[in-house]
């Protein structure tokens, strides 16, 4: 059997993990500079945040304004919390002395990392991280510099500075300056993993003070890690920590006074010897150093927290294999319990700046540790389910600490370090009302980019065969590509078989992925066969026999009746025709879902307030009230399968009945029926956009609405020209990202691309395409799984 038609024939399986091409050294290496390079280089840029585009404006942020904060900060130090940004503002710095897997590359060499460190602040913790790099190794410079500088920031989190350097640094920078100072190096790896520490030995029904624990590594991270399980009980006589020269001995000559703090006078020599009836290995170290017999040599219910990256100390498949009763974590994200620095930094130091503490303390450590091994216990939101492909992800041994992209982290580790920055003494302006904090926290987070890591980590959990019905476009190829080697589809290309050829050459796309000529010699039975059964379905409605082959030949009939067939899983075209012309084969064939009068389509448009769902954008040019209905009861359950609570607005020129022409009743009355039959949806209007978006101006208004107080996200149109021209009015001005047309309402999953879709746009959609194809398998699954009940 060829490669080609093991993709297309029904029902049988691609084990896609098997097959996913693996981009090569150079390949990767390139496209990590593209990312960097362009369109602007690097990562981040400042944005203003007050209005500028007036003379009075330039005279407030400039002279003669900008004296008045001046003075008041002249009188009070404290008020350059209240007129700058300061509060928000935390100092990325390195001296590229230890970067990440890299070493001593240099502070230039490490800028990269810094502006990345401060990207991860700024999409997790709406924190504003400046990156600096410090051209000295000198200890006394490099702390004589950042305290030269420290007026500027709120907090100072030091990065990738080599050991034993970076102790010294840290621990006399936190003396004398009276900001947050953290070295992320130590003091994030120990947060997180002594949480997962913390949850393990519960699974394990094992107390910190009776485990013996052993420490492979001991550089920042080891150290510290080290004194934070010793702070949570863990008993100095019970720990041995190992070295690149083995044990570390108390025998041993010229060790360091962090390594003398961990020395032992126990009978130990290697990590062979140290692991025999040991409780827990912590590995901070270099790929694997430990072996299944060691493993084996271990205590009953052994705790591996091998998290050397990017390769462990002993990898993840081996160590479940070796021992069934192993709870396992690693630094990697495509195996249970990541330990991720980013669980911890963003929101230990949004804690610490939001009360102004004047350090991060022990106190906040452990505050942090233990909200993070109490969030693990806690019921997981289905978003987060979702995002990581999980069934329904609870507290066990795959699952002892959260995921990154949980969205309670912001609401709930910020308010521990804050309270134990308050109950410490460190916190310069406490906080008293605790749930409206939560609140401000949530709205800080933002679901600007949520929704799209959402997309892809959903898409890739279970990827789909999907058509590219005009894959000898170069932008099309191109979207195929990503999508193939991201795992979020796999790609079937349609079209002409030479050109497809050239172009992947052109594109260095290499990968064996099933090409098909719709007017080719081999397609030819697939072809006959197709015709027959669009003749047997459409034969009543004008189609001939004749008509049925002619149209086989053009690639969207072909390719929807590939979908139809269950020869692929999903379609998705338009790039290069208008969305009329591609939009009638696929009614043809595919046809409406046997409950739905009416097809629609949705637009997400990603903005800084959180994702907008709008609809109908493509299809409907003026529906009915009954119709508006149904595309919003469609609209809502699309927005509930991307994980969001839809709180819907159906608009209008008009307010709650302000108006009785036709058009504005007509959106009354779909909302009159939306309420009798869906009563259960937050839905309401008619209403104008202006209302329906600003929450404070709508609650003041119409107090009776049931969008009082809510954040609407999806708004309903009253006819195509409105939703069309306000979603391509808001991509075009405000640079919006969007994911649409997205298709509602027919029998398979095929999703019609706007002309001249760009590569991001066809990407997005082909994972819209791969989550449709898994929604619908599971409802089939489900519903099977009734029947034989």
């Not at 991280?129 to 305290?147: A, M, Q, R, S």
């Not at 959402?454 to 979207?479: C, G, H, T, W, Y």
């Not at 006819?719 to 991509?731: D, Q, S």
Request: net charge neutral.
């Amino acid at each position: 059997m060829k490669r080609v038609d093991r993709f297309i024939l029904k029902g049988n399986t691609l084990t896609f993990a098997k097959d996913i091409y693996h981009m090569g050294k150079d390949k990767k290496r390139r496209e990590a500079l593209i990312y960097h390079a362009k369109p602007t280089p690097g990562k981040i840029k400042v944005v203003p945040t007050k209005p500028y585009s007036t003379q009075r404006d330039l005279a407030l942020a400039y002279s003669p304004g900008v004296a008045e904060p001046c003075l008041e900060i002249a009188k009070d130090v404290e008020n350059v919390y209240k007129y700058t940004a300061k509060g928000n503002l935390v100092a990325v710095i390195s001296n590229g002395t230890a970067v990440l897997g890299l070493g001593d590359i240099g502070p230039e060499a490490s800028k990269p990392v810094m502006e990345g460190k401060s990207l991860l602040f700024k999409i997790f913790a709406d924190i504003d991280g400046i990156d600096i790099e410090v051209d000295t190794k000198d200890i006394d410079k490099f702390i004589e510099t950042v305290k030269a500088i420290a007026p500027t920031f709120g907090g100072i989190n030091l990065e990738d500075i080599k050991a034993p350097e970076a102790f010294e640094i840290e621990r006399r920078l936190k003396e004398e300056l009276d900001i947050p100072v953290m070295h992320d190096d130590q003091h994030g790896t120990a947060i997180i993993s002594a949480a997962a520490l913390l949850n393990a030995l519960e699974l394990a029904k094992k107390k910190i003070e009776d485990v013996r624990i052993v420490i492979s590594g001991a550089g920042a991270a080891a150290i510290s890690c080290t004194k934070l399980y010793k702070a949570l009980g863990a008993k100095a006589g019970n720990i041995i920590m190992l070295d690149s020269k083995g044990v570390i001995r108390r025998d041993r000559e010229n060790l360091s006074e962090e390594k003398l703090e961990f020395s032992t006078e126990r009978d130990f020599h290697d990590l062979k010897d140290s692991l025999k009836d040991a409780d827990v290995f912590i590995g901070l170290s270099i790929a694997d150093i430990m072996t299944p017999a060691m493993l084996k040599s271990m205590a009953e219910n052994p705790i591996v927290f091998a998290m050397a990256n990017p390769d462990p100390e002993i990898k993840y498949s081996l160590a479940v294999k070796t021992r069934k009763d192993v709870i396992m974590a690693t630094g990697r994200s495509d195996h249970p319990n990541q330990v991720n620095n980013v669980l911890g930094f963003p929101f230990i130091f949004r804690g610490a700046l939001d009360v102004r503490a004047t350090k991060i303390n022990e106190e906040m450590k452990m505050a942090a540790v233990k909200a993070l091994a109490r969030l693990a216990k806690q019921p997981v939101p289905e978003q987060v389910n979702i995002a990581y492909g999980e069934t329904r992800l609870t507290f066990g041994r795959e699952y002892i600490i959260p995921k990154p992209f949980d969205p309670r982290l912001i609401s709930e580790i910020p308010p521990a370090v804050a309270k134990a920055a308050i109950e410490s003494g460190v916190a310069k302006m406490p906080i008293t009302d605790w749930e409206k904090y939560r609140e401000e926290l949530l709205q800080r987070s933002g679901d600007d980019n949520k929704v799209m890591r959402l997309l892809m980590s959903r898409a890739k959990s279970n990827p789909k065969r999907i058509v590219f019905a005009e894959a000898d476009q170069l932008d099309v190829l191109k979207a195929a590509q990503i999508a193939y080697e991201e795992g979020i589809a796999m790609p079937i290309l349609l079209g002409n078989t030479e050109v497809i050829k050239e172009l992947k050459k052109e594109l260095e796309f290499d990968a064996e992925v099933p090409i098909i000529d719709q007017y080719g010699q081999n397609s030819y039975e697939k072809r006959m066969y197709y015709a027959q059964k669009y003749w047997e379905a459409r034969r009543r409605n004008g189609a001939t026999l004749y008509s049925a082959k002619s149209r086989m030949r053009e690639r969207n009939y072909f390719g929807s009746m590939m979908v139809l067939e269950g020869d692929a899983d999903g379609m998705i075209s338009g790039y290069s025709r208008s969305y009329a012309t591609s939009i009638k084969p696929v009614f043809e064939v595919i046809g409406r879902a046997s409950n739905v009068s009416k097809a629609a389509t949705v637009h997400i448009m990603i903005t800084s307030r959180g994702p907008l769902f709008l609809a109908d954008t493509s299809i409907n040019i003026d529906p009915s009230a009954e119709e508006l209905a149904e595309i919003a009861v469609m609209t809502a359950n699309l927005a509930k399968a991307f994980s969001f609570d839809p709180v819907m607005a159906l608009l209008s020129y008009s307010n709650f009945g302000s108006s009785n022409h036709p058009h504005a009743s007509k959106v009354k009355e779909a909302v009159r029926i939306l309420h009798e039959t869906h009563p259960e949806l937050v839905v309401d209007g008619e209403i104008q956009t202006d209302f329906a978006l600003n929450r404070e101006l709508h609650e003041s208004q119409f107090p009776f609405s049931k969008l009082a107080g809510k954040k609407v996200n999806t708004l309903i149109f009253p006819n195509l020209e409105a939703a069309n021209i306000t979603y391509k009015l808001l991509k075009e001005l405000h640079a919006a990202d969007t994911i649409g047309p997205i298709m509602l309402g027919l029998k398979r999953p095929v999703h019609i691309l706007q002309l001249g879709a760009s590569v991001e746009e066809m990407v997005n959609m082909t994972a819209v395409a791969v989550i449709d194809a898994q929604e619908r398998e599971k409802r089939r699954n489900a519903k099977k799984k009734q029947n034989k009940q």
